[in-house]
Every structure is written in C-alpha cells, then in structure tokens.
C-alpha cells in the first residue's frame, strides 16, 4: 500500500532553534497535512496544503506543498519548549476522490521532537 | 463548539471479550472516520462512515465493524479481542459538504489494552 517516509524520525531542539522536517512519497498527493500530538491526546491539524508549490504559515510554522507533488516539508521557527511532541505528515493520495468524501487519509510515523538535554 | 469527542477514555478488556467505542463528531460535520495507533506509529485507518453507511474501508479484518446513527455520532465494535488489538483508538470527523479532501479533526481518543 501506498506510504508516507518521514524524517528525521527524532530530534532534539533548543530552545530558538529553527527545525525542519520532511515527507516523501512514492505516488502523487493531492493534499498534504500537518498534525501534532501531544502525550495522551489526538492529533492536532496544524497546516493543510491543496496546491502543488503551495506555501503556507500558521504562526512560527510554515509548510510547503512540493512541486512533483511527492513530498512536503515542515519548518518551525525559533523553538520554544512547547513545540515538543510528535509531528505527522498525511496526504490524500491522488488517486483517492471519491467525489464528495474523504478518502483514505495516510500519515507517516512522525517526527518526535524532544529538549536538548 | 465542542470538538470530537470519544468515550471512554481507557479500557481494559481481555483476549476474546468483544469492546464498543463511542464517537460524537465536531459539531457541524457529517462525516465520521476510525484509526487505530499502535505505539510509536501513525494512525492506520480502519474505516469512514457517511450517511450512516460504511463508505470505506481500510485493511482490517471483520472482527472490526461500526455504525452511524442519525444524529453523526459513531461506534466501533471489535469482537473476538486480540492481544494484537492493544492500541489508542482515535475518531475523526470531517465536513463533506465541502471540498471532498478536507481535513479530518480528531478526537483524543480510546486507549484500549487486551490482557
């Protein structure tokens, strides 16, 4: 079945630091997602993307739809402390459109980010 | 406006009991989906109902099965429990009525443990 790649699978950040993160596929995406996950909680949408070469920021974060349509990346700018958590990229694979409802929402194993000790 | 919400919490059932799973979508959403997330890994999907139909389904056996009711809230039933089954058991709810890849909202989900 279709997967998602994400890397680094864990990092550690200090506080101020900038932080990326990516997400490749094998197959084209037609929306890409963030989402966060704190301890004992669901995932949290951060950004969603639509569009091939889409660039868009919520705050400290900003995202990027690639332009083959294969990949996305997450930057978060000037870390604070709780920014630490698990982050998930998902994607709609393209060949998903089952006009008018949702398809298979696919999400990579997740980015932990941890506090530099 | 009250997100997804889910109950219970936790549960502690034992190898071949049978577990219901409760859901009530973010207000507004018509749609309901079902993941399940073994530890250390991304959410797998098990299946979306919509207009209180199974609309799809992901790569789970039988044992596993749901249902809609009018009012958009859900239930995932799992029989015959495997030790396999221990995982958080998240609900999504979404918005069909816009775009058809819209993003799914979670709830903080069920944390099921087969002893």
């Known amino acids: 079945g279709q997967q998602l790649n994400q890397s680094p699978q864990s990092m550690f950040i200090q506080e101020g630091e900038d932080v990326s993160m990516n997400c490749t596929s094998s197959s084209i995406f037609n929306t890409w997602l963030w989402y966060k996950q704190d301890p004992g909680e669901g995932p949290v949408l951060l950004i969603a993307l639509y569009k091939a070469g889409e660039l868009t920021s919520n705050g400290r974060l900003t995202a990027q739809f690639g332009i083959t349509r294969k990949d996305s990346f997450l930057n978060i700018s000037a870390s604070i402390p709780s920014d630490v958590g698990i982050y998930f990229c998902?994607?709609?694979?393209?060949?998903?459109?089952?006009?008018?409802?949702?398809?298979?929402?696919?999400f990579g194993k997740g980015t932990k980010l941890s506090v530099k000790p | 406006d009250a997100g997804v919400t889910q109950s219970p919490t936790h549960l502690i059932k034992t190898r071949g009991q049978q577990v219901t799973l409760r859901c009530s979508p973010k207000s507004g959403h018509d749609t309901v989906s079902w993941y399940q997330q073994a530890l250390g890994q991304g959410p797998q999907f098990i299946f979306q109902y919509y207009e209180e139909e199974e609309r799809q389904r992901g790569n789970f056996p039988d044992r596993f099965s749901g249902h809609q009711f009018p009012n958009y809230s859900s239930e995932l039933n799992v029989n015959a429990l495997l030790l396999g089954d221990s995982a958080l058991y998240l609900c999504?709810?979404?918005?069909?009525?816009?775009?058809?890849?819209?993003?799914?909202?979670f709830g903080n989900g069920t944390r099921l443990t087969v002893t």
């Open positions: 998902a994607g709609y694979p393209n060949s998903m459109n089952y006009g008018g409802s949702q398809g298979n929402l696919i």
């Open positions: 999504a709810s979404s918005d069909t009525r816009g775009t058809y890849n819209s993003p799914l909202h």
